[in-house]
T-cell receptor
Framework: SQTIHQWPATLVQPVGSPLSLECTVEGTSNPNLYWYRQAAGRGLQLLFYSVGIGQISSEVPQNLSASRPQDRQFILSSKKLLLSDSGFYLC????????????FGQGTRLTVV | GNSVTQMEGPVTLSEEAFLTINCTYTATGYPSLFWYVQYPGEGLQLLLKATKADDKGSNKGFEATYRKETTSFHLEKGSVQVSDSAVYFCALSDRKGGSEKLVFGKGTKLTVNP
């Protein structure tokens, strides 16, 4: 069966520090991968998606970047965190088919102080 | 662009009460519609979906019908249980560039009391 791992679960980081959140998927190959963020009082917003190794599409301009160094690994990064980067980050994958279901990780609660 | 407007919460009900969570959408074309649920301490998981007009998605006693004329996908359950306490997200799919991107509503927190 397929599983998705996302870590850490919670993170408190000072302003200006770097960030690296990692997500890995097991039990499938060539998944589409996604990073979503939920900021306070807002819905889940798509940040990045990837349809293959090294292929990253950004949905919104921001202080973050994403990379996909391996087929089932998706990393969210920042060189210098801002207060506004605080939020709940969710990694997800799907099979790349039309109307397919997305499977989500358990999320990372990031607080920038 | 595409968007989803979802009933603001929180919603608090007693066990066995009837539940409705309203969801309307704006989209070009005919997207698929989804309800995802997030139980406390867990990630989101698909509750139900509908892929075309007049389709009804159902799961665990929950139902939602894809209404193109009113651009709605309201979630209903006839008799809620304490175990239904969770955050519910309405979403539509926006297929672009080979990916099925989801556009979410803000989520509705449901608390069911015994």
């Amino acid at each position: 069966s397929q599983t998705i791992h996302q870590w850490p679960a919670t993170l408190v980081q000072p302003v200006g520090s770097p960030l690296s959140l990692e997500c890995t998927v097991e039990g499938t190959s060539n998944p589409n991968l996604y990073w979503y963020r939920q900021a306070a009082g807002r819905g889940l917003q798509l940040l990045f998606y990837s349809v293959g190794i090294g292929q990253i599409s950004s949905e919104v301009p921001q202080n973050l970047s994403a990379s996909r160094p391996q087929d089932r690994q998706f990393i969210l990064s920042s060189k210098k965190l801002l207060l506004s980067d605080s939020g709940f980050y969710l990694c997800a994958w799907d099979r790349g088919l039309v109307n397919t279901e997305a499977f989500f990780g358990q999320g990372t609660r990031l607080t920038v102080v | 662009g595409n968007s989803v407007t979802q009933m603001e919460g929180p919603v608090t009900l007693s066990e066995e009460a009837f539940l409705t969570i309203n969801c309307t959408y704006t989209a070009t074309g005919y997207p698929s519609l989804f309800w995802y649920v997030q139980y406390p301490g867990e990630g989101l998981q698909l509750l139900l979906k509908a892929t075309k007009a007049d389709d009804k998605g159902s799961n665990k006693g929950f139902e939602a019908t894809y209404r193109k004329e009113t651009t709605s996908f309201h979630l209903e359950k006839g008799s809620v249980q304490v175990s239904d306490s969770a955050v519910y997200f309405c979403a539509l799919s926006d297929r672009k560039g080979g990916s099925e991107k989801l556009v979410f509503g803000k989520g509705t927190k449901l608390t069911v009391n015994p």
